[in-house]
């Protein structure tokens, strides 16, 4: 296939546009640059199925050092130092993450705790003169997404977001695509996720004390005091954590999920912003007692083109033919559907575009391991990475606005050079509220 290159022009305004980002250094990440034979030490905040999965990626990643597993959950805890052993390091075991922040021989930390301690330990790390790889979502509030860049930026830090996909090959091959103009002209862009619930799915235990070995009030941290509750820690055999449902430390699907399908869309388009979101979803089957919807649908309206998000957990039937999760960009030439198992080219009637496709492919399907390599490359050469908390922080908002959207009962209309929404209804939803003690202070 042939076809003439057309750059993508993101129409990208100010993304730190206040007083507090106006003196922040042009020079983001100036620093002393890494020998290629140094070994960066690297500690690992949130011990639960993602943070071992970090601890194995980084693992197999020659440069990095794991020194320290931290967790709140005294089993987490021990399956991770065991892992870490396996795995041939000799890492101490910390309860307190702030241990971890003080401790000056550590170079990096690695953050996958429940989302609404992401910002917190974030800044915390880059005022303390780490680099970072925090999870996605960057964020549970549009505030703390601002100041998460402006910490990185002030402290001259390395931080890597966790929207590992732009790490692999069949993304990075659809974002060349729809780069070169081989779709054709682009108006519309559609992300679902589809599958079937059980009605009762999670159920509903009883608030109860906290089980043996976790420190419930810490957990917590910045989040409302709320009594101990299954659902809400989340943890238990054969689920995957349930936090994720509850208001106070996550997004549903929306930001789970949701993220992974809408990133791709950024990365093809060089991270643009919508202007405007609307939204709207409910609990219409499931009967447990999580709070995010089980059904959702989402509208964004970009400068150039709409896209789509569609959360449908109460019916499997996948679209465009066999993909139940996946993201499509849809062109005058061609349509491209893209997810973690490969890269389709779809030509439209009488179109000249050859159709292509890209799967089965073991190198271009790894995500996570390239995604660390990434991360090690720029702790050493102080450039920005991949997945770099700006953009990571862009697509995360997005898919906050959405939730911002459906909670407020209204569409909502952002003003990038502002950082915030028009609608005064929605504008309680973007601030954190952290309870005392915990400050977000860059």
Not at 251 to 256: I, V
Request: with cysteine; hydrophobic share 40%.
């Amino acid at each position: 296939m042939k076809h003439e290159s057309k750059p993508v022009s993101a129409d990208r305004r100010s993304f730190l546009s206040s007083a507090a980002a106006a003196g922040l250094t042009t020079n983001l990440f100036a620093g002393s640059v890494r020998g290629a034979n140094d070994r960066v030490t690297v500690a690992f905040i949130g011990m639960g199925q993602m943070g071992r999965g970090n601890l194995d990626y980084a693992s197999k990643v020659p440069g990095f050092q794991p020194v320290a597993v931290c967790d709140v959950y005294q089993p987490h805890l021990e399956m991770a130092q065991a892992q870490a052993e396996k795995l041939g390091h000799n890492v101490k075991a910390v309860h307190d993450f702030r241990e971890i922040i003080a401790d000056k021989s550590i170079d990096a930390v690695c953050i996958s705790t429940p989302d609404h301690w992401h910002a917190y330990m974030m800044i915390e790390a880059c005022k303390a003169g780490k680099d970072v790889f925090v999870e996605k979502p960057a964020c549970v509030y549009v505030e703390e997404g601002q100041l998460m860049v402006q910490a990185a930026r002030k402290y001259k830090r390395v931080v890597q977001g966790g929207t590992m996909q732009r790490s692999g090959g069949y993304f990075q091959k659809a974002a060349e695509l729809v780069k070169s103009g081989a779709l054709g002209e682009i108006t519309f862009c559609h992300t679902w996720q589809a599958g079937l619930e059980k009605k009762e799915r999670w159920g509903n235990p009883p608030d109860e004390p906290p089980p043996a070995g976790l420190d419930w009030e810490l957990w917590l941290g910045p989040a409302p005091k709320r009594p101990y509750n299954l659902n809400r820690f989340g943890v238990a055999p054969k689920r995957w954590s349930t936090f994720r449902y509850f208001w106070d430390y996550a997004g549903g699907a929306m930001t789970d999920w949701g993220i992974h399908l809408i990133d791709p869309i950024h990365q093809a388009f060089d991270d643009p912003m919508p202007t405007a979101v609307t939204a709207m979803g409910s609990k219409f089957y499931v009967t447990d007692n999580c709070e995010t919807p089980d059904t959702m649908l989402a509208t964004f309206f970009y400068p150039k083109f709409l896209s789509s998000y569609e959360s449908r957990t109460c019916n499997p039937m996948p679209l465009l033919g066999n993909w139940g999760a996946a993201t499509a960009i849809h062109g005058t030439e061609a349509t491209l559907v893209v997810n973690r198992g490969g890269c389709w080219l779809i030509p439209n009637r009488g179109s000249s575009v050859e159709p292509a496709v890209w799967e089965k492919d073991s190198k271009m399907a790894q995500l996570n391991v390239p995604h660390w390599e990434n991360f090690l490359a720029c702790i050493r050469s102080r450039e920005k990475p991949i997945s770099d908390i700006e953009n990571c922080v862009r697509s995360s908002v997005t898919c906050i606005l959405a939730n911002v959207s459906m909670r407020a009962g209204v569409r909502v209309d952002w003003d990038e050079q502002r950082w915030t929404v028009k609608q005064n209804e929605a504008k309680p939803y973007l601030k954190a509220r952290y309870r005392s003690p915990w400050k977000l202070e860059v």
